[in-house]
């Protein structure tokens, strides 16, 4: 029998939903609103109304963060009800997104 593959993250990861900015193309120039589930310094899970392809580099901003990055999609699965929860990994950031401030501004206990 197979054992399962199983990945440990390099960071934990912190339950916020915060307003996440999606900035792509696919076929033409677009912004959209997504909303976080979680967050770490190297990533996120996003839930979004638009599917988006694994693989691609978009432009992510949290403004609630005062935070930009160039992202890859790691994963895109539909949810139903036309939501799309999708993983990003954050590749081209010229600050690390700082989560302890983040986390006192919404609230979040320390982790």
């Known amino acids: 029998m197979q054992q ?7 960071e934990k990861r912190v339950d916020m939903k915060v307003t996440a900015l999606l ?5 033409e120039l677009g912004v959209e609103r997504a909303f976080t589930e979680n967050i770490s310094p190297r ?3 996003v839930i979004a109304p ?3 392809l694994s693989g691609d580099t ?3 901003a949290l403004p609630d963060a005062h935070f930009t990055s160039a992202a890859r ?7 139903g009800n036309g939501q799309y929860g999708m993983g990003l990994e954050f590749v081209g950031a010229e600050e690390p997104l700082e989560l302890t401030s ?6 979040v206990p320390q982790f």
């Open 4 to 10: 399962p593959f199983v990945m440990k993250r390099a």
């Open 23 to 27: 900035v792509g193309s696919r076929g």
């Open 43 to 45: 990533g996120a899970r």
């Open 50 to 52: 638009t599917q988006w």
């Open 58 to 60: 978009i432009l992510v």
């Open 73 to 79: 999609i790691t994963y895109s699965d539909p949810l």
């Open 102 to 107: 983040l986390a006192a501004t919404f609230g």
